[in-house]
Antibody
Framework: EVQLVESGGGLVQPGGSLRLSCAAS????????MSWVRQAPGKGLEWVAN????????YYVDSVKGRFTMSRDNTKKLLFLQMNSLRAEDTAVYYC???????????????WGQGALVTVS | QSALTQPASVSGSPGQSITISCTGT?????????VSWYQQHPGKAPKLLIF???KRPSGVSDRFSGSKSGNTASLTVSGLQAEDEADYYC????????FGGGTKLTVL
C-alpha cells in the first residue's frame, strides 16, 4: 500500500525556518517525481515545488523561489522541504504528493499524504 | 502562471447531474488531455478522480467523468449522492503545475 506521511509542521515566527519531511512507503520511491502542494486555510490548492527522481531537477512556484529548497534521500525514502524566511502567507497545510509514472507533461498526482500544518505567526 | 478558472460553487439535488468547468489556455488545458481532477472532503487530503482528461483510476465510481472542448475541461458527476458534497479541483501539468481555484459542490 502506498503511504506518504508528512512531519515537521508547527508554529514558527515570521522570518523563521522549518523543515518538512515526507516518509514514503509501499512503492519504489526513486522511480517517481515528487511534489509539495499547499493549501492555505479556507483556500484552494497551490503547487509549491517538485523534484525529479534523482534530485537533478527541481522547480518552484515563483512565490517561494530563493526561500524554499526541496530535496530527497532515495536510500531512506524521504522527501524534504526546507522553508526559510517564512512569511504569514506561507501558513498552510503542506501535502506531499506522488506524481504518476508518466512523462512530466502528462502527469498528475496519484497519491497524497495527510498533510502537515505550518503556521507562521 | 495563472490559475485555471473554475466556478466557485455548483449545486444539485440527489440523482441529478452537474458539470464543473475548468478554463485555461491553449498552453495548458487546450494541450492534449493533460487535465486531472481531484475531490477533497473537509479536513481530508485530495483524492484523484480523473487523469489525462477522461480516465478514471481504479476504484473511482463511473458516475464521475471528464471531457474537454477547446480550452475548457469539464468534470461531470451523475446520479448525485450526498457523499459527493466536497470541493473539486482541476490541475494541469503543461509547463508548470497549476490548479484551478476549486469548486464547492453542494448536494441539496
Amino acid at each position: 500500500e502506498v503511504q506518504l506521511v508528512e512531519s515537521g509542521g508547527g508554529l514558527v515566527q515570521p522570518g523563521g525556518s522549518l523543515r518538512l519531511s515526507c516518509a514514503a512507503s509501499g512503492f519504489t520511491f526513486s522511480n517517481y517525481w515528487m511534489s509539495w502542494v499547499r493549501q492555505a486555510p479556507g483556500k484552494g490548492l497551490e503547487w509549491v515545488a517538485n523534484i525529479k527522481q534523482d534530485g537533478s531537477e527541481k522547480y518552484y512556484v515563483d512565490s517561494v523561489k530563493g526561500r524554499f529548497t526541496m530535496s530527497r534521500d532515495n536510500t531512506k525514502k524521504l522527501l524534504f522541504l526546507q522553508m526559510n524566511s517564512l512569511r504569514a502567507e506561507d501558513t498552510a497545510v503542506y501535502y506531499c504528493a506522488r506524481e504518476a509514472e508518466v512523462p512530466p507533461a502528462l502527469s498528475y498526482f496519484d497519491y497524497w499524504g495527510q498533510g502537515a500544518l505550518v503556521t507562521v505567526s | 502562471q495563472s490559475a485555471l478558472t473554475q466556478p466557485a460553487s455548483v449545486s444539485g439535488s440527489p440523482g441529478q447531474s452537474i458539470t464543473i468547468s475548468c478554463t485555461g489556455t491553449s498552453s495548458d488545458v487546450g494541450s492534449y488531455n493533460l487535465v486531472s481532477w481531484y475531490q477533497q472532503h473537509p479536513g481530508k487530503a485530495p483524492k484523484l478522480l480523473i487523469f489525462e482528461g477522461t480516465k478514471r483510476p481504479s476504484g473511482v465510481s463511473d458516475r464521475f467523468s471528464g471531457s474537454k472542448s477547446g480550452n475548457t475541461a469539464s468534470l461531470t458527476v451523475s446520479g448525485l449522492q450526498a457523499e459527493d458534497e466536497a470541493d473539486y479541483y482541476c490541475c494541469s501539468f503543461a509547463g508548470r503545475v497549476v490548479f484551478g481555484g476549486g469548486t464547492k459542490l453542494t448536494v441539496l
